[in-house]
């Protein structure tokens, strides 16, 4: 497995896929490598679940950490098509985390929970020893709605189109910017541009506006491994093959140029906030151009074929092996 991240996929179906204790009838979809969430059927209601570390930036100011993390907590179960409803919340915090920066970080996170109709229903919230900056506990999402609005991450199906919203490289752009900018040789323009897609990385709204507009088939936000991995696993999950044009995928302003200056590249590297969907070839102009109505970068960038693996350009790719923004990450604040 890789040294930082997710484990691979090899040590997943090794060790956790076979022990995931009680075999219950009410687990609709269960843990699968490169799955975002779980379902479970409650009385004929879909219940989504997913969890997710709680990571907290002090550098981004602590409101702002505080909606960057739950923006990535809750895309998990936006992807399913529910919409995140409830929140639990199990901060282990640094010693050094003032009451002050509480209160700060939890306006920042409650804020951004209440402006998507997300209540918060239960939590843990102390200080450890031995806890440091930037992973400071975890949290579950949970959406309650109606099976038939359940958009299955394997459902990809030959005759689709793919849709990319926000494309690659936005989380990585925005973050190295503002941790890193006096590290980085960009001009202070560049810098500018690029610390503003941190304000991308949300995706419940971009999710919402897509199962509104269209047929979306299967649904998948690029986090680790970014928009290659995400894309890798979509085809894989669902059996089916991938084409896709490189020149078709939207970037954001800012991120070839803080991609370049760290040595990345941007379809590798973590993408929060950048969703990949299948579309039903008819509805996929419709959902690109609703994407775009509120404001993110969106177009139909290929399609789903029979067969298996993801073509760009002609050209087989496979998963990165890791995800090269740790190391990157790893070296910049070794410089500090």
């Not at 990809?156 to 752009?173: F, I, K, M, Q």
Request: charged share 25%; glycine share 14%; aromatic share 4%.
């Amino acid at each position: 497995m890789s040294d930082l991240g997710k484990i691979d996929r090899a040590l997943f179906d090794e060790v956790i896929y076979p022990n995931l204790g009680a075999d219950r009838a009410d687990v609709v979809l269960g843990p699968r490598h490169g799955v975002d969430f779980g379902v479970l059927d409650v009385g004929g209601r879909a219940v989504v679940l997913a969890s997710d570390p709680v990571s907290v930036l002090p550098e981004l100011g602590f409101e702002r950490a505080g909606r960057f993390a739950l923006d990535v907590v809750l895309a998990d179960v936006a992807v399913s098509g529910i919409p995140p409803t409830h929140l639990t919340v199990s901060l282990t915090l640094p010693p050094a985390m003032t009451d002050d920066e509480l209160a700060r970080l939890w306006r920042g996170l409650a804020g951004r929970a209440g402006d998507l109709g997300v209540s918060v229903a239960a939590g843990h919230t102390a200080r450890y020893a031995g806890i440091d900056y930037s992973w400071v506990g975890g949290a579950t999402a949970i959406g309650v709605g109606d099976r038939d609005d359940l958009v299955r991450p394997d459902g990809a199906r030959p005759g689709d189109a793919l849709v990319v919203a926000t494309g690659p490289g936005a989380e990585v752009a925005g973050l190295f910017a503002t941790l890193f900018g006096d590290r980085l040789d960009l001009a202070a323009d560049e810098l500018a541009v690029a610390r503003d897609r941190l304000d991308d990385t949300g995706a419940v709204r971009d999710a919402r506006t897509a199962v509104e507009a269209g047929r979306v088939t299967a649904m998948h936000d690029a986090t680790e491994g970014g928009l290659q991995g995400a894309l890798c696993e979509m085809a894989g999950g669902a059996g089916v093959r991938f084409e896709v044009e490189r020149a078709a995928v939207p970037v954001a302003d800012g991120v070839r140029e803080v991609c370049a200056a760290i040595g990345v590249d941007p379809w590798h590297v973590t993408s929060a906030g950048s969703l990949v969907l299948s579309v039903a070839a008819d509805d996929a102009d419709a959902v690109a151009a609703a994407l775009r109505d509120r404001g993110t970068p969106a177009a139909v960038v290929g399609s789903v074929r029979d067969g298996e693996g993801v073509y760009v350009d002609g050209e087989r790719v496979d998963p990165p092996e890791a995800d090269p923004s740790w190391a990157a990450f790893a070296d910049l604040a070794g410089r500090g």
